[in-house]
Nanobody, 116 residues
Framework: QVQLVESGGGLVQAGGSLRLSCAVSRDILRADYMGWYRQTPGKQRDLVASINKDSRTSYAESVKGRFAISKDNAKNTVMLQMNSLKLEDTAMYYC??????????WGQGTQVTVSS
């Protein structure tokens, strides 16, 4: 079983920045893929950013140029730097870890609220 614990969410004004972290209980070098998703009430969970085992990154169009995903293999942590935050970035943000057997594990989420 893999445990993921997100942190770093909070309340921020539009235009501000937040840095989310996801601490993983397993060696992230064993991951096939890790990423961040977000979800608002009544809507599906959408991919925000991902990073694969080759450190190749991918972003949703809505966050390109503003968000950056990275990982620290030594600390088994994946981060999401979020800059120029907009009201529409308000959501619960979830970290995902997919192992090389394509089994997915999710964190409990961290709330990001952007105010005007």
């Amino acid at each position: 079983q893999v445990q993921l614990v997100e942190s770093g969410g909070g309340l921020v004004q539009a235009g501000g920045s937040l840095r989310l972290s996801c601490a993983v209980s397993r060696d992230i070098l064993r991951a096939d893929y890790m990423g961040w998703y977000r979800q608002t009430p009544g809507k599906q969970r959408d991919l925000v950013a991902s990073i694969n085992k080759d450190s190749r990154t991918s972003y949703a169009e809505s966050v390109k140029g503003r968000f950056a995903i990275s990982k620290d293999n030594a600390k088994n942590t994946v981060m999401l730097q979020m800059n120029s935050l907009k009201l529409e970035d308000t959501a619960m943000y979830y970290c995902i870890y997919r192992d090389r057997d394509y089994i997915e594990y999710w964190g409990q989420g961290t709330q990001v609220t952007v105010s005007s």
